[in-house]
């Protein structure tokens, strides 16, 4: 790991979300989410996961615990 780089953990909470079609996000769509918001802030990153899960479950109620734990070096 280098300066600068970030390191994100997170349960599977987000992943296994899925939508009325049963559909779960899955890992793949979520590294895209990832590489499409590293340059965020963590705030504005939050929002953008936040929007993205509203969008994709279309207000399914959450299953299972969301968590992301993003750290900048």
Do not use: C, W
């Not at 970030?6 to 990832?34: A, H, V």
């Amino acid at each position: 790991m280098k300066t600068g780089n970030s390191l994100y953990l997170t349960s599977n909470g987000f992943i296994n979300q899925p939508n009325p079609q049963q559909e779960i996000y899955n890992t793949k769509r979520f590294k895209e989410l990832l590489r499409k918001t590293v340059h965020l802030t963590a705030q504005q990153q939050y929002e953008q996961f936040e929007t993205e899960l509203i969008n994709h479950t279309q207000n399914i109620p959450q299953r299972d615990d969301i968590t992301v734990l993003a750290v900048k070096l």
